[in-house]
């Protein structure tokens, strides 16, 4: 079974400053997506950015990048020049690529932007 | 409508009573998940409707919880027999398609909490 994992129940960084969220997973799947989640106050799961694990090319999404290592079934999320609107739950997640099929979710961190 | 929509946002009942959650996934998208955050944790898996096929119901923690679609639209996730452990964040989401690349839209999810 897929399982992912998110050692840092919460992180805190400096405004203006680079955090980076820790995640990894175990799977025997080859083919398959990564994503980290963000869930504000409001609730909603927020897409911040995907990785497909073919692809060796790290994601980037403008302030958002990560760091994917698949021989070590790792997958952190930068985030740079952090602003107060980044505070949040974040959520690393797993899927396979080959079918529509759930998603799987590690426990959550929770992220403090302090002014 | 633009999103997908849970109704309600928040539902407080009594131990032992029954509840029925709804969610309106966006137009156009034939697939449906149903999520359970509890506090302090990631989103656990409860069941999947995807077209006309028969749902993928092995994340339903007991036959407490049951789910239909009408329609292939709107979905309704019941309770019966509430327990307070079944105090938690339902979130829906609905994608697209069939293949792993569609992404999933959440809705802003229903709090339930069992007195």
């Known amino acids: 079974a897929q399982t992912v994992t998110q050692s840092q129940p919460e992180m805190s960084v400096q405004e203006a400053e680079t955090v980076t969220l820790s995640c990894t997973y175990d799977?025997?799947?080859?083919?398959?997506?990564l994503f980290w989640y963000k869930q504000p106050p409001s609730r909603q799961m927020i897409l911040v950015i995907r990785?497909?694990?073919?692809?060796?090319q790290n994601a980037t999404e403008n302030r958002f990048s990560v760091n994917f290592q698949k021989a070590a079934k790792s997958f952190s999320l930068k985030i740079s020049d952090s602003q107060l609107g980044d505070a949040a739950m974040y959520f690393c997640?797993?899927?396979?690529?080959?079918?529509?099929?759930?998603?799987?979710f590690g426990k959550g961190t929770r992220l403090h932007i302090l002014p | 409508g633009a999103g997908v929509s849970q109704s309600p946002s928040n539902k407080v009942t009594e131990k032992g009573k029954d509840v029925e959650l709804r969610c309106d996934p966006i137009s156009g998208h034939t697939a449906l998940y149903w999520y359970r955050q509890s506090l302090g944790q990631g989103l656990e898996f409860l069941i999947y409707?995807?077209?006309?096929?028969?749902?993928?119901k092995s994340g339903l923690p007991s036959d407490r919880f049951s789910a239909e679609r009408t329609g292939g639209s709107v979905s309704t996730l019941t309770i019966q027999r509430t327990q307070q452990e079944d105090s938690a964040v339902y979130l829906c989401?609905?994608?697209?398609?069939?293949?792993?690349?569609?992404?999933?839209?959440f809705g802003d999810g229903t709090r339930l909490s069992i007195l």
């Open positions: 997640a797993y899927r396979r690529r080959d079918r529509d099929d759930k998603i799987i």
């Open positions: 989401a609905s994608s697209r398609g069939r293949v792993g690349n569609q992404p999933q839209h």
């Open positions: 409707f995807q077209g006309n096929s028969a749902p993928d």
């Open positions: 990785q497909e694990a073919y692809k060796q």
């Open positions: 799977t025997s799947e080859s083919d398959y997506y």
